[in-house]
Nanobody
Framework: QVQLVESGGGSVQAGGSLRLSCAAS????????MAWFRQAPGKVREGVAS???????IYTDSAKGRFTISQDNAKNTLYLQMNNLKPEDTAMYYC???????????????????WGQGTQVTVSS
């Protein structure tokens, strides 16, 4: 069983930065791909970025150039560094994991089995 606990959310002004963390427990084989998703009120959950155990990363267009996903295997922690935040980045951010290697065309919520409870990010203009 995999458990994921997010932290690092908060309220910032546009142009600011935040770093989200996701502490993971459970078998490393069950976390071959990890990702960040977000969901704003009234909207579907959307992918932000994904990383595999081989280091392969995927970014959606909204994240490219502003967000960086990384992982510290020694600490079993996933990160999302978010720079130049915009009001449209406001959402609940979720950490997700799966035992599969997720390809770019599989980067969607249905591909991930394990989910955290989320951390809120609010960006004001």
């Amino acid at each position: 069983q995999v458990q994921l606990v997010e932290s690092g959310g908060g309220s910032v002004q546009a142009g600011g930065s935040l770093r989200l963390s996701c502490a993971a427990s459970g078998s490393a084989d069950s976390r071959s791909s990890m990702a960040w998703f977000r969901q704003a009120p009234g909207k579907v959950r959307e992918g932000v970025a994904s990383i595999r155990s081989d280091g392969f990363t995927i970014y959606t267009d909204s994240a490219k150039g502003r967000f960086t996903i990384s992982q510290d295997n020694a600490k079993n922690t996933l990160y999302l560094q978010m720079n130049n935040l915009k009001p449209e980045d406001t959402a609940m951010y979720y950490c997700a994991a799966t035992s599969d290697w997720v390809l770019w065309n599989e980067f969607q919520a249905a591909s991930y089995r394990y989910w955290g409870q989320g951390t809120q990010v609010t960006v004001s203009s």
